[in-house]
């Protein structure tokens, strides 16, 4: 089995800043890319950031320039900083990770980490 759990979540100021961290545990052979999606009411979730095991990073355009993605492959985490939070950031965060497997790879899911942005 494994288990992504996330951290760092919370109630911000606009302006302000937050980290979420992500710890993959368990039966892992090897993480290959890993991410952050985000989902607000009533929206479709949506990316945020991506990272491969080589350190590429992508970015949806709304969080360019704001949110930076790195990853600790000894820890098995991966961060999101966010840095000039808005309130239309806000949103319930998930983190991702496409583990290798026999064949192909498999992704699994955070539970989600609450992030609310206040005017």
């Known amino acids: 089995q494994v288990q992504l759990v996330e951290s760092g979540g919370g109630l911000v100021q606009a302006g302000g800043s937050l980290r979420l961290s992500c710890a993959a545990s368990g039966s892992i052979f090897s993480i290959r890319a890993m991410g952050w999606s985000r989902q607000a009411p009533g929206k479709q979730r949506e990316l945020v950031a991506g990272i491969t095991s080589g350190g590429s990073t992508n970015y949806a355009d709304s969080v360019k320039g704001r949110f930076t993605i790195s990853r600790d492959n000894t820890k098995n985490t991966v961060y999101l900083q966010m840095n000039s939070l808005k309130p239309e950031d806000t949103a319930v965060y998930y983190c991702?990770?496409?583990?290798?497997?026999?064949?192909?790879?498999?992704?699994?899911w955070g539970q989600g980490t609450q992030v609310t942005v206040s005017s």
């Open positions: 991702n990770a496409d583990l290798a497997q026999a064949i192909g790879t498999r992704t699994y």
